[in-house]
């Protein structure tokens, strides 16, 4: 049996620390092109509602967890890609959380990779306020690089 004295401070704070990044998760804001912020339209946390970029404001409907494959959004809705679609230009919206592969999403160097490897695009490299976000191949443009903080 193990008690605070024989393992230490110092190598209970590191299991600790070990144990936290296991499966880890942080809330972030996730911001692009024209530095606006990835936002749930409307702060509606219904199936279905579209997914868009919108001046950063850090509303809960700005406020992302990501972690374990999944983007969480607004109501703890996951980053869900519309029907199962991986078409570019299919939209992106939030849904509730069900494992499969259309909410399966990876956060590397800039991008976010979904489903088939299709990044996270903002529709026709706009950064208005309102612009819809979709898939599409990747091909590196500034509408696809994604900043989180």
């Known amino acids: 049996m193990f008690t605070l004295s024989s393992i230490g401070r110092t190598s209970l704070l590191g299991a600790l620390l070990l144990a936290a990044s296991v499966g880890s998760t942080m809330a972030a804001q996730i911001v692009g092109i024209g530095g606006k912020c990835l936002d749930v339209r409307g702060g509606s946390s219904a199936d279905g509602t579209p997914v868009q970029l919108w001046t950063c404001h850090g509303g809960p409907n700005q406020n992302w967890v990501i972690g374990n494959g999944e983007i969480r959004g607004f109501g703890g809705k996951c980053l869900d890609v519309r029907g199962f679609s991986t078409q570019p230009g299919t939209a992106v919206q939030i849904w509730t959380c069900h494992g499969g592969g259309n ?46 903080r």
């Open 103 to 148: 909410q399966a999403w990876t956060v590397m160097d800039g991008d976010i990779r979904g489903i088939r490897f299709r990044c996270l695009d903002a529709t026709g490299g706009s950064s208005a306020n309102g612009t819809p976000l979709q898939i599409w191949t990747c091909h590196g443009g500034s509408n696809q690089k994604w900043l989180v």
